[in-house]
């Protein structure tokens, strides 16, 4: 199997399979890769395998990082929900709606649907 790649710290990280190499210099232009950095090489299924299966693109990367700081936020929340939710069961005044609580949680749930997820995101401001 042939393939090119493009190195990155150091890493090989797949950019394409069995493609031209003027595709090949229009794809790294196109995504910001230094073209001088794109290799290619002759390897066995296995050792494709064995590279680039368990390598975390940068796409991969931003979408965890994105969903763990939703997640993080969603947390850091969910106390002011289950207060408000306590003083209800309870008949005693609430110390805040909950409503805009809600409506945060369900807007940062929301983050992955926006067009430019997960390299341009514009965070709910908290209530």
């Known amino acids: 199997m042939r393939i090119s790649c493009w190195k990155e710290t150091g890493e090989l990280h797949e950019m394409l399979r069995d493609a031209e190499e003027g595709e090949m210099l ?8 230094d073209p001088s950095l794109l290799v290619e090489e002759e390897i066995t299924i296995e050792e494709y395998r064995a590279r680039f299966d368990s390598i975390e693109t940068e796409r991969e990367r931003a979408e965890r990082e994105a969903r763990e700081k939703r997640d993080r936020l969603i947390a850091a929340v969910r106390w002011r929900v ?8 309870l008949g005693v005044e609430q ?33």
């Open 82 to 89: 289950e207060r408000c939710w306590d003083q209800h069961q």
């Open 95 to 127: 110390t805040e709606a909950t409503e805009p609580l809600l409506q945060y949680i369900q807007d940062l749930r929301d983050v992955p649907q926006q067009p430019g997820f997960p390299f341009e995101i514009n965070w709910p401001k908290e209530p």
């Open 26 to 33: 229009r794809r790294a232009e196109a995504n910001g890769i």
